[in-house]
């Protein structure tokens, strides 16, 4: 266990290593609220509700999903299938250290860092524009963290499973590009999953993308029965045992099949 | 004159050397090869989801209907993949390249450090997406009952060129920032997301931030202000506050970039 500690210390610093980084990452979640805030104050302005939603209810969604980011960010998938494809996973390979739970360690130390970031991030928005966000008390904020603990894993799990598709056809650079704007979106990225047009409603509630985003944020907005909440906890566990197993299968039958070519 | 010819030909056939050296590097594994140009589609199709569900609820944004703004977003995306195409991953590189040091090896090549760090390379998978893009163009111009005037045709393809070279001195100029603050792609990235408020018309922002995204940041001289000319919603002489913004940037670029290579320490490795 103390050497992924490490990892993850090592990680951490890497991430803190650079301000002007630090400063650049925050900027980027406030523009794309700002953006949003004036095409959804552009929507709102002769209206009161949009499905379900008013102004602040719609706001604090959009607000809950750049806090979100953090979980449903693709980096690590992308991270390995390169190393697969240079041949630099053989590095690991040779090393006493298990490669998925190094991996796990260091996406453990970047989401956290992404996490107080986003916080900030949130505060700083939150800020310039009080009257916009909702805020249903700290329980129900810390519920969705606990969510989020799940949540993170689901998505830890479904990048390694992108990421093992390298062993099979060495590049994956424009394939994952593809499939995670499709995940973004049908997570609730965008637009929230409930007013999607009808089949991609169902499509998004079936798949577990949903709980990276959607689910979470719904948590915090009052709208899931604890029922509902303990059966969305339930399927996330089945996801995470699913996409467990076969990248398990797929791993192992990847690195059989690994040729550690490239560097 | 003759120098002049000869130098612009030289630079012509390494530009063509590039390209097909890019095309190779992607076709080399055949997966890429049959998902070439899909991640725009992607993004394409959510944008127009997002803009229906939009629409459902209201006519217009900030007085433009569902067409005009899907034909603000294929412009816009024109511009944006033509940038990928050319320049866009070469200055990402040229980043990352500034933090390993591998800049170096730049500096030490018997050609124009500016344009090899800017067009060194060809991203050949945004080609094919611009189809995209000008599909989607074409089927709002379908939909929208405006007629076509030739001085405004010739306005909007001067307003294309004034974007594209907007979006590259932008570029270049946060990227030359790396020479300086070493690790600089978040600048870049920065920029990318700033280019969503030119997704959606300016009429929708406050005064001052319209003002501020026309001239301090004109990151609107993309798609917002070709298409307000095309549409006849904005006035031509918006093209000569393009060319006046052009020829500032390119002036504040060249600065930048000398003053960043003086800097340059070459760290790293």
Known sequence: ?263 | MKQLVSKIRRYLRLYFYFARFSLENVLIYRINSLLIGLAPIIWMVTTVIFLSVIFKGTKEIGGWSFWELLLLTGIQEIIYLASWTTFLGNLINFIYSVDSGKFDLTLLRPVNHRFFVSFGALDITSILSIVNSVVLVSLSLANLKFSFSPDRILLFLFGLIIAYLVIYLLSFILASFSLFWIKGENFIRWLMETLDFDRYPAEIYSDWFKVFLLTFLPILFLGYVPTGILLGKLPGYFIFFGILIVAWLYIVSTLIWKKGLKNYQSASI
């Open chain 1, 1 to 263: 266990m103390r050497k992924y500690w490490a990892v993850f210390k090592i990680s951490w610093q890497n991430a803190v290593e650079y301000r002007a980084e630090f400063l650049g990452h925050m900027m980027l979640g406030l523009i794309s609220l700002l953006v949003m805030y004036f095409i959804w104050s552009a929507v709102f302005k002769n209206r009161e509700y949009f499905g379900n939603y008013t102004f602040s209810s719609m706001m604090t969604y959009m607000i809950l999903v750049r806090f979100l980011h953090f979980v449903k960010r693709s980096n690590v998938g992308r991270q390995i299938a390169e190393e697969i494809k240079e041949g630099r996973l053989s590095v690991y390979l040779t090393k006493p250290v298990s490669y998925l739970r190094w991996w796990f360690a260091s996406f453990l130390a970047d989401r956290f860092f992404e996490a107080l970031l986003r916080i900030l991030m949130l505060f700083t928005f939150l800020l310039l524009f009080p009257k916009v966000f909702n805020f249903p008390g700290i329980s129900r904020f810390l519920m969705v963290l606990f969510f989020l603990t799940i949540s993170l894993l689901v998505n830890f799990l479904f990048n390694l499973f992108v990421a093992t598709c390298a062993f099979f056809v060495t590049d994956i650079k424009l394939f994952h590009t593809s499939l995670f704007l499709i995940v973004d979106f049908l997570a609730g990225g965008q637009i929230p999953i409930d007013i999607m047009p009808g089949f991609l409603k169902t499509v998004g509630n079936f798949l577990p993308f949903q709980f990276m985003v959607f689910f979470p944020v719904k948590i915090y907005q009052g709208e899931f029965s604890l029922f509902q909440i303990l059966q969305g906890i339930f399927i996330c566990f089945f996801w995470i045992i699913f996409l467990g197993y076969f990248l398990r299968m797929f791993w192992l039958k990847g690195v059989e099949r690994y040729e550690a070519v490239g560097q």
